[in-house]
């Protein structure tokens, strides 16, 4: 069926606070400029951006099944495609990613619901902050949902978040498997950094300090068994997808392993568990399952998600065995407080440690 045709929405610049429109610095392939969105039960989208980034708004009518879609595109890369269930005159969001290097947020009306695009506008508030009302919609049965945290970097009305610096004190890592010293290169990559702060959980913690404090215990870790590892950070900077990739592919490394912690609508503390990816060949699948094992035995209670084949840019285009893994959900009752705590990252750290030589192990 072809589908209805689709119009932008009218982009108002707010006077007082005006956007460059031009000042699109991005790269094409760096982070997702969205970095938190919120539909609240008033039917108003409020959306936090990096600074001065462009916005492009459409609206697309109703079309027998179809319901209206608004949708809103963003440069930068979306780190991982997803699609929350709506409630009352909303059936779906998505985030996604329409082309490299870009990001959609998708609303998705019930078909029912008819909205006039002439009064749907989107408002910059200030550099950073974005305003959609969804003028005349019914609102009955909206619950909010939204993702990240739409007041960082300014005056929040919130409890300020726990900051997570990386822990100073050195980590043992006797009894950790032997393999042979000198003979291993492995790519330890912390997911996200500098202005992408990947998911923002509970309490306002943030996925790229989660990730960063582990995996530089990883790093130390393996470097203590006499494997030598590259770190594609080491500290709360971004680097963008290719480039990591570059690097794990230039070092000829054993194997490459994306560090990640999952998030979900907050609005669902009951999704917690752990999750790794790998893409396609069967080390990967390996390499994937031996660090998801250990992960699992340091995170009693939290679900076993499984060993998955995943798209992620990193491990797809790396060209040695790799494997992502999501070590809990920052949005989880059960796993934000452990994502959160100092002990348990050490212990995620020797997890991923063990998983990684236990799979080094069986490389001839
Ligand atoms: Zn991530």
């Known amino acids: 069926m072809a589908s209805a045709p689709s119009r932008p929405l009218i982009l108002l610049v707010v006077g007082a606070l005006q956007i460059p429109l031009v000042l699109a610095a991005l790269p094409a392939r760096a982070a997702s400029a969205l970095a938190a969105w919120a539909l609240g039960s008033d039917g108003v989208l409020q959306l936090r951006t990096s600074r001065g980034a462009r916005l492009e708004a459409f609206f697309q009518p109703a079309d027998g099944a179809q319901g209206a879609k608004v949708w809103i595109d963003f440069p930068g890369e979306l780190s991982r495609s997803r699609s929350l269930r709506g409630s009352g005159p909303v059936r779906a969001i998505r985030l996604g990613k329409p082309t490299p290097g870009s990001t959609r947020l ?14 749907l506008k989107l408002i910059g ?19 909010p949902i939204g993702e990240g945290d739409l007041t960082a970097s300014t005056l929040s009305r919130w409890a300020p978040g726990i900051r997570i610096t990386p822990t100073r004190t050195p980590i043992n890592a006797s009894g950790l498997p032997n393999v042979p010293r000198g003979r291993f290169r492995v790519v330890i990559d912390p997911g996200h950094g500098g202005p992408d702060p990947g998911a923002i959980g509970i309490r306002g913690v943030r996925e790229t300090d989660v990730v960063l404090d582990v995996s530089l ?3 130390q870790l393996l470097e203590a068994r006499g494997v030598q590892v590259i770190m594609t950070r080491t500290a709360d900077v ?18 490459f392993v994306s560090i990640h912690a999952n998030a979900i609508s907050m ?7 752990i999750e790794t990816f790998y893409f396609s060949d069967s080390r990967s699948a390996r390499l994937a ?3 998801q094992q250990q992960v ?6 939290s679900p076993n998600r499984g060993v998955r084949r995943g798209r992620f840019f990193v491990i797809r285009r790396t060209t040695m065995p790799s494997a992502l893994v999501e070590t809990g959900f920052l949005t989880g009752r059960l796993d934000a407080p452990r994502l959160a705590s100092a002990a348990h990252r050490r212990k995620l750290a020797l997890a991923i440690a063990t998983g990684i030589l236990n799979y080094l192990q069986g490389v001839r």
């Open 125 to 143: 508030t200030s550099p950073d902050r974005w305003k959609l009302n969804f003028e005349g919609l019914p609102t009955r049965g909206l619950r």
């Open 289 to 291: 399952s031996h660090i």
């Open 267 to 273: 609005s669902r503390p009951q999704v917690n568990g």
């Open 106 to 119: 998708v609303i998705e009306f019930k078909p029912s619901i008819s909205l006039n695009p002439n009064q």
């Open 217 to 219: 215990q990883v790093a």
């Open 238 to 255: 971004d680097v963008d997808l290719p480039p990591r990739v570059a690097i794990a592919n230039r070092v000829g490394a054993t194997a």
């Open 296 to 301: 699992l035995n340091v995170s009693p209670g």
